[in-house]
Structure formats: C-alpha cells, structure tokens
C-alpha cells in the first residue's frame, strides 16, 4: 500500500513537471535573426544591384575666397540659372584692400610715367627705366587680383540646374574652396549604383543592364555604361554610372529616386553561383551550410551548399545548394536550430541584396 501511494506521488509530481515544461518550452519567444538576400546568377542569370538616380550634371559649388558668409539668395529645390548669384560673401575686407591696392597703383604709375619719359629723353639710364617699367607691370598684376578677389566674394552658379543641398547658412565662416551649395542639373539622368570588389574586377561579365522603379511598375528602362570609379570609398565599394537608353518617358523619373537595377550575366557566369556573406556559413557534420528561411511557416530550414570561392569583402560564391532571391539567415547562425521558429530583426527589401543598406 505504501509502495502505491509513493508511486502515485512520483508519477504526480512528474506530470506536472513535464506540464510546466511544456509551458515553458510554448511560452519561449521565437529568437530574433538577421535575414539577407541571396545576391547572384540564380537560375536567370541576373544580378540584382539596388540603384539610385543622379543628374548628368552636378556640381559644388565654392568660393575661391574665404570669409564670412553674408547673405545666402536660394533654398534647397529652388531653381538657379548659370551666372546666377546664389550666395555673398562679407566684401568689406576686400574692399578695404582694393582701394588701398589702388591708391598704390596710382602713384607707381604716375612715378614710373616720369621715369620712362626722362629715359625717352636720354635723361636717366636704363636700369632706372626697367625697375620703374617692371614695377608698373607688377602692381598692375596685384590691382588686378585684388579686383578678382572682390569679385569672387559673391557665388554664381556655374550650370542651369536646381539647388540639392545648402552646406553652410548665413553667419558661418568658409574656407576658399569649402563647398557651400550643391547644384544638379534639370537635364539628363543617369543610375548610379555601387559595386564590391569582386562584381568591379568582373564587370566584364556582364552582358546588359536594365532597371525599374517603383512608380513606373513593371516597365524595364535599358541602360548602358557611362563611367566607372578609378578608386573605392571608404565602404570599399566602387561607383558605376548609366545612362538611360533610347529616349525613355522621364516624367515620372527625378534625381533621388531609388531604383533596382538587373545585370545580365554571359553563359559563362550564369550557371547558379551566388554570392552570400561569409558570417551566413556555418559547418554541420563536415560540410558548409546555411539556414534557410521559410517566410510563410516562420522556421528556418539547415541546407547544404557547396563553396565555390571565398573573398576578403566578407562575402563567397556558393556554386551549389541556393537560389538568387532567397532570404537565409546571415549572422548569429550558431544559436539557432534546424526547423526552429524564428523572428526577423529586419524588413528585408528584395532590391536590399546581400543586407547592405
């Protein structure tokens, strides 16, 4: 009897045990996980680029002389005309040098006059003659400079176009050269995307670009290759400019505008590798794999891949296992399991390839 009695207790205790475990285990938070987008070839022989528009024609402009602003005549979106004044510059300081540089213009002049009259004359040597005649010639040049000078202490516009961006305000002090207004032109647009190190090396691969937006739905604008980076930024990234083909309808397309552009791969590069950061890779049992997301269940399913190359930008080529387009998890792949539940810590755009912006 007492036997009974202490193995209805075990079994009693452990059914609840295993209750609050359950609860537990169904009351535990999904983890967060950072999710990308496979950027390659896939099965379409396509890369997928995230784009933005920009002018032909942009410039900075700048004063070429220092000092403090005094008046700023534009705003940004307003729209300026080449030699149209968009900024002064306090002139009293070059003015005060003008008329000083002047009064001494006046009098050398007048001296050297006298001097190369009396030389005329047979009345003083030559040596007198060419210091009053080089004198004349060289505070010319200084009067000149210092008239340029007052001059450059109000900004033009070099170009037709409208005002991007206000760098400085009235009251702050710039330095010759500092940019203190951004100018785009009102004519031709141009794509502008960034590139790593390895699609820069391999530009050769591809064969054609096209781009869409999202305001012009699924219409395909083609583009061709104007100009490309000689050097990478700070992010190690390079910049490829195009221009639009043909003569597309632009009403609807301004500088600004984010654009996802396609490149077209040759036969050669188009046979499905892909490229993923190398924080996605993780080994299981003696080969390289990845988590896959499944966005409709929420889980995240282990896949095997086959690592073609890896890179110094912190990304490899997988020739095997995956498909452009598809979302796997990209950091923290150790702390969560095959078939788990997952959340994602980010939105992720399909034109966001790799999880770069």
């Known amino acids: 009897m007492r036997f009974t009695n ?19 285990t169904k009351g535990a938070e999904a983890p967060l996980v950072d999710v990308c987008v496979v950027n390659g070839s896939g099965d379409a022989g396509q890369q997928i680029f995230t784009g933005k528009t920009k ?12 000092g403090q602003i005094a008046k700023m005549y534009v705003k940004e979106g307003d729209h300026v005309s080449k030699g149209q004044v968009v900024a002064d510059l306090d002139a009293r300081d070059y003015q005060v040098q003008l008329l000083a540089t002047q009064a001494e213009y006046e009098q050398i002049k007048a001296d050297a006059e006298r001097i190369m009259a009396l030389y005329s004359e047979g009345n003083t ?23 340029n000078q007052l001059g450059d202490t109000k900004l ?12 400085h305000e009235a009251g702050e002090t710039v330095s010759a050269g500092m940019p203190v207004v951004s100018v785009f032109g009102g004519g031709n647009t141009e794509v502008e995307i960034k590139l790593s190190a390895v ?22 604008f083609p583009l061709s290759l104007v100009r490309t980076s000689q050097e990478a930024n700070s992010s190690q990234l390079y910049t490829v400019r ?29 046979s499905g590798v892909v490229s993923i950061p190398t924080s996605a890779l993780l080994s299981k ?5 990845v988590y896959v997301l499944d966005e409709k269940k929420g889980t995240v399913h282990l896949r095997s891949v086959d690592v073609k190359e890896m890179h110094r930008d912190g990304t490899c080529e997988i ?37 770069l912006l």
Request: charged share 25%; proline share 1%; glycine share 10%.
């Open 285 to 289: 049992d003696g080969k390289s794999s």
């Open 156 to 167: 033009r516009s070099t170009i037709d176009g409208y005002v991007q961006t206000k760098l």
């Open 6 to 24: 202490l193995l209805l207790i075990v079994l009693t205790v452990s059914v609840v045990l295993s209750g609050c475990k359950d609860k537990e």
């Open 319 to 355: 020739s095997g296992g995956l498909k452009s387009g598809e979302k796997i998890v990209c950091t923290g792949v150790h702390h969560i399991n095959d078939g788990q539940k997952v959340r994602m810590m980010n939105k992720v755009s399909e034109s966001n390839v790799g999880g």
């Open 125 to 147: 040597t030559a040596s007198n003659n060419d210091k009053a005649r080089f004198g004349l010639q060289q505070i010319t040049q200084k009067l000149a400079n210092h008239k």
């Open 199 to 220: 699609d820069y090396t391999n530009l050769a691969k591809f064969t054609g670009f096209t781009c869409k937006f999202e305001v012009t739905g699924d219409e395909s």
């Open 55 to 66: 002018s032909a024609e942009e410039v900075n402009l700048a004063f070429r002389v220092s």
């Open 242 to 270: 195009f221009r639009f083909a043909g003569n597309p309808d632009m009403n609807k397309i301004t500088p600004g505008m984010t654009t996802t552009v396609y490149a077209e791969l040759n036969d050669e590069h188009s």
